[in-house]
Nanobody, 116 residues
Framework: QVQVVESGGGVVPPGGSLRLSCAAS????????VAWYRQGPGKEREMVGG???????NYKDFVKGRFTISRDSAKNTVYLQMNNLNPNETAVYYC??????????WGQGTEVTVSS
């Protein structure tokens, strides 16, 4: 089985930064992408961005220039660097591993609170 674990969440002031980690383990097959999502209180889950198996990244417009997705393939880990955070970005942040020929694997999420 595949296990996906997010970490790095916490409380930061407006304008602050956090780096989240997404570590995968187990019987990982061939994947085509790893994506980050978030869900704030009373809101629907929304995609933040992702990274392909080739290392290409994409981001939603509302985080471009502030968030960066990177990877360490040797550690089976993907990172989400978040800078200049806004209070409305308080949410549980989720990592999703998307394999070829199988259903996606989700982590349990890590909480990010942006508050003064």
């Amino acid at each position: 089985q595949v296990q996906v674990v997010e970490s790095g969440g916490g409380v930061v002031p407006p304008g602050g930064s956090l780096r989240l980690s997404c570590a995968a383990s187990g019987n990982i097959g061939s994947i085509y992408a790893v994506a980050w999502y978030r869900q704030g209180p009373g809101k629907e889950r929304e995609m933040v961005g992702g990274i392909s198996s080739e290392g290409e990244t994409n981001y939603k417009d509302f985080v471009k220039g502030r968030f960066t997705i990177s990877r360490d393939s040797a550690k089976n880990t993907v990172y989400l660097q978040m800078n200049n955070l806004n209070p409305n970005e308080t949410a549980v942040y989720y990592c999703c591993l998307k394999p070829w020929g199988d259903s996606p694997h989700w982590g349990q999420g890590t909480e990010v609170t942006v508050s003064s």
